[in-house]
Nanobody
Framework: VQLQASGGGLVQAGGSLRLSCAASGNIFSINDMGWYRQAPGKQRELVAGITSGGSTNYEDSVKGRFTVSRDNAKNTVYLQMNSLKPEDTAVYYC????????????????WGQGTQVTVSS
């Protein structure tokens, strides 16, 4: 299974970006999906998560600014980021919990390669 993330870049404070992450490969179904971020010198943290049923949760500092969504038919998760702040600068990683086609009773966790988001003041 591969997770391919895209959509990062450089934006001014107050701007917006939309991240996408498409999963492909040996997939029967995907349970939880989400976005994490890691800033220099800091630990990786959960930014937003979404279940297969569409329930969401957010890190407190992004509530009201970020929206996570998914397209189950496309095995894709999105992160719409509005009102970006310099403190949002980090490498963003997508994450997925996958039931494989050949062993549907198991669940494996996969990570995307990371996409840089830089917000200038």
């Amino acid at each position: 299974v591969q997770l391919q993330a895209s959509g990062g870049g450089l934006v001014q404070a107050g701007g917006s970006l939309r991240l996408s992450c498409a999963a492909s490969g040996n997939i029967f179904s995907i349970n939880d999906m989400g976005w994490y971020r890691q800033a220099p010198g800091k630990q990786r943290e959960l930014v937003a998560g979404i279940t297969s049923g569409g329930s969401t949760n957010y890190e407190d500092s992004v509530k009201g600014r970020f929206t996570v969504s998914r397209d189950n038919a496309k095995n894709t998760v999105y992160l719409q980021m509005n009102s970006l702040k310099p403190e949002d600068t980090a490498v963003y990683y997508c994450n997925a919990h996958v039931n494989p086609l050949d062993m549907t009773w198991l669940e494996y966790e996969y990570w995307g390669q990371g996409t840089q988001v830089t917000v200038s003041s």
